[in-house]
């Protein structure tokens, strides 16, 4: 695509999703857009992100514009695409095919076939992310690492291959992260919780990887936390009785919880927590 249809694109796509932002717009047409597009999109819509291989993260910002960077190996090999419904904006990286029985498009709702292949052979994608407060988040990735940073609304992470890393942003959204048989995940919850609502993060990881969380001791948590080994737990928590495969309770100041932690290992991951810094 020439960089003048890419800037028609862009353009259209602003439009569709300034539409959007007041709640009028069906589902748009997949379009190719060039990195450093940024696209109005109002607080409770959802960013949906759809990668193969690569890397993203994500970060708030102030205003109201999602802002997406990105820097491809192969720029021939993959276009960044993206689509509007009137509930989310879906960026996809889309990868040619080479059978006419089998094409590849961008979906929204995690549908539609982004390759052909195995994930791990195509070429890189390399995203960053800005998102104003209040939008949602809703990622995955084939084969790669997934970040965020003080997102405040709802945040769901997915690597089949790779590890999540996740810096809560405190905010009145909930955040679920998950991974594949071989990832890790890393979350530090945030010290300062925005309320009122509990704040719910869920965190899997079903195979070998391990969980492991940063947590403030000033912040009310209440656990539960499924696992086939034994937990490292630092001695800063008193925490008496972690034997697997179940142990619930409460952490912090006495009272009412601001975080409600879920966490489950596979058979041979293992659960860490620790103070957050």
């Not at 820097?71 to 059978?99: F, N, Q």
């Not at 982004?114 to 809703?138: N, T």
């Not at 719910?200 to 499924?226: F, H, M, N, W």
């Amino acid at each position: 695509m020439s960089d003048a249809r890419c800037r028609v694109g862009v353009v259209l796509v602003t439009v569709a999703l300034t539409v959007m932002a007041r709640g009028t717009v069906a589902q748009t047409t997949a379009v190719e857009i060039a990195t450093g597009t940024k696209i109005p999109v109002a607080a409770g819509a959802t960013l949906e992100f759809r990668g193969v291989n690569g890397e993203a993260s994500f970060t708030e910002t102030a205003g109201g514009e999602v802002a997406i960077q990105y820097a491809r190996d192969v720029p021939a090999d993959v276009k960044i695409v993206m689509l509007t419904t009137s509930e989310r904006v879906t960026v996809c990286t889309i990868y040619g095919s080479t059978d006419p029985k089998r094409p590849t498009e961008c979906l929204p709702g995690g549908k539609g076939r982004l390759a052909l292949g195995k994930s791990k052979e195509q070429s890189r994608v390399r995203f960053r992310i800005q998102v104003p407060a209040g939008v949602h988040i809703s990622a995955s990735i084939d084969e790669g690492a997934l970040r965020s940073s003080g997102i405040s609304g709802n945040l769901r992470l997915y690597s089949d291959r790779g590890n999540l890393l996740v810096y809560d942003g405190g905010g009145q959204g909930t955040v679920h992260a998950s991974v594949g048989l071989l990832g890790s995940i890393d979350a530090v919850i945030a010290k300062v919780q925005k309320g009122p609502a509990l704040r719910r993060v869920r965190l899997e990881s079903p195979g070998s990887g391990r969980v492991r969380v940063a947590l403030p001791t000033t912040v009310g948590v209440s656990y539960s936390i499924a696992t086939q080994t034994a937990p490292a737990i630092d001695p800063v928590f008193r925490i008496e009785k972690a034997a697997p495969p179940v142990f619930i309770g409460h952490l912090g100041p006495a009272g009412d919880s601001q975080v409600r932690l879920d966490v489950d290992t596979g058979i041979a991951g293992q659960f860490m927590l620790l103070p957050a810094k």
